[in-house]
């Protein structure tokens, strides 16, 4: 006999799943800090005071959150046309390039307010063409998206260092990373955000990025429930058939979501490059591109969902390394494993509860129903 399956409230499939999800996440994840000797309890006390009890801790933990919204939105942008990009990464990278161009050539005659538009449009400019190449790959001829998209990656990570060691780098420096970039081209910082709520902040860089992470998920959330272009995108997400038989153009689909997808990656650069370093340097990305596929998993590809679960992660980068810090028999390698097993059960294991919670809330929905229709005849 089938098993009764319902419709989910929204609160369910959007919160009580991914909770169910990342708190078995984390008693694994206690039961693997057991295994060393440690108490898992101090461990997760220690993670959060490390990302939320002072000031420092909490600029670092939404500086690495804005970064991730970006990636995140990234990926759910390509997950609801069906596509899974998982270039992130590369197309960040080369978004980089985009916001170093602008940087050093208008950092030192305009002011951020002027700049941080300018390298925005580059930089998203940059990621979108960086996804075109894949996009018209799978649109065209039918290469899958995952595969070039993956390596893509690598030739992007190539091509920075080409750049930044050949054309770049100033003259006699050593250090592959192009010049410190002049003051209009350094973001402000949200200090006063944080010190609204009493606490004092010294060295996070913490920055205007974050403000418009907020605005991204904003402008998705409208792109994708809200206009004509996102309702051909889920279309063809859901069902390429019925798209293709409804008049929607697939390459012209492909092609606008990835391109958006790779513009948002691309402004992701934004946060480290002009908000954190000024100047761009290798690895600044620091697999964020692919941490956007875990924060979009677990948030269900919907800007309300992305936004706290990339604070989550923020929190596991922030307070894994107090963690690491404060008790030493768990190394950094421990806070990979433990942000690998969130990435698990809030990823790849996302269904393995919903079956059960699904057939509960059926029964439920049927109890209730049955009550009405006896109360109802009751009453006649």
């Given at each position: 006999m089938a098993k009764p399956y319902a419709k989910l409230p929204g609160w369910v499939d959007y919160g009580l799943i991914p909770l169910v999800n990342l708190t078995v996440a984390f008693v694994v994840s206690g039961l693997v800090v057991l295994m060393v000797g440690e108490s898992p309890l101090r461990a997760a006390v220690l993670m959060v005071e490390g990302a939320f009890s002072t000031g420092d801790g909490i600029g670092y933990t939404l500086f690495y959150a804005t970064s991730f919204i970006f990636t995140g939105l990234c990926m759910a942008v390509a997950a609801h046309c069906g596509l899974f990009n998982i270039g992130g990464e590369g197309q960040a990278y080369v978004g980089g390039l985009g916001v170093a161009i602008a940087a050093l050539t208008f950092g030192g005659m305009f002011p951020w307010w002027?700049?941080?538009?300018?390298?925005?449009?580059?930089?998203?400019?940059?990621?979108?063409?960086?996804?075109?190449?894949?996009?018209?790959?799978?649109?065209?001829?039918?290469?899958?998206?995952?595969?070039?998209?993956?390596?893509?990656?690598?030739?992007?990570?190539?091509?920075?260092?080409?750049?930044?060691?050949d054309v770049l780098k100033p003259a006699g420096?050593?250090?592959?990373?192009?010049?410190?970039?002049?003051?209009?081209?350094?973001?402000?910082?949200?200090?006063?955000?944080?010190?609204?709520?009493?606490?004092?902040?010294?060295?996070?860089?913490f920055n205007i990025t974050f403000l418009l992470a907020l605005v991204a998920a904003f402008l998705v959330w409208v792109l994708i429930w809200r206009t004509r272009l996102g309702y051909e995108m889920r279309t063809m997400g859901h069902n390429p058939s019925a798209a293709k038989y409804a008049g929607i153009s697939q390459t012209r689909i492909i092609v606008v979501a990835m391109m958006i997808s790779g513009a948002l990656a691309g402004m992701m650069a934004l946060n480290p490059v002009m908000g954190a370093q000024g100047r761009l340097q290798l690895d600044f990305v620091t697999g964020a591109g692919f941490v956007g596929i875990a924060v979009a998993l677990m948030g269900r590809s919907h800007p309300a969902g992305i936004v706290p679960?990339?604070?989550?992660?923020?929190?596991?980068?922030?307070?894994?390394?107090?963690?690491?810090?404060?008790?030493?028999?768990?190394?950094?390698?421990?806070?990979?494993?433990?942000?690998?097993?969130?990435?698990?059960?809030a990823g790849a294991l996302e269904h393995m509860f919903r079956p059960s919670i699904a057939a509960l809330f059926a029964r439920i929905s049927a109890s209730r129903a049955g009550a009405a229709q006896v109360a109802a005849g009751e009453s006649n």
């Open positions: 002027i700049n941080l538009p300018l390298a925005t449009a580059m930089a998203a400019l940059a990621g979108a063409l960086w996804a075109l190449i894949p996009a018209y790959l799978q649109a065209r001829r039918g290469s899958h998206i995952v595969i070039t998209t993956i390596m893509f990656n690598f030739i992007a990570a190539s091509m920075m260092v080409w750049f930044l060691v420096q050593m250090a592959p990373e192009t010049r410190r970039f002049g003051e209009g081209a350094e973001l402000p910082r949200l200090d006063w955000l944080i010190e609204m709520f009493g606490f004092t902040i010294r060295s996070a860089p679960a990339a604070i989550l992660f923020g929190m596991l980068y922030q307070g894994g390394a107090e963690i690491a810090f404060e008790m030493p028999a768990i190394s950094r390698d421990m806070i990979v494993i433990i942000q690998g097993l969130v990435i698990l059960f």
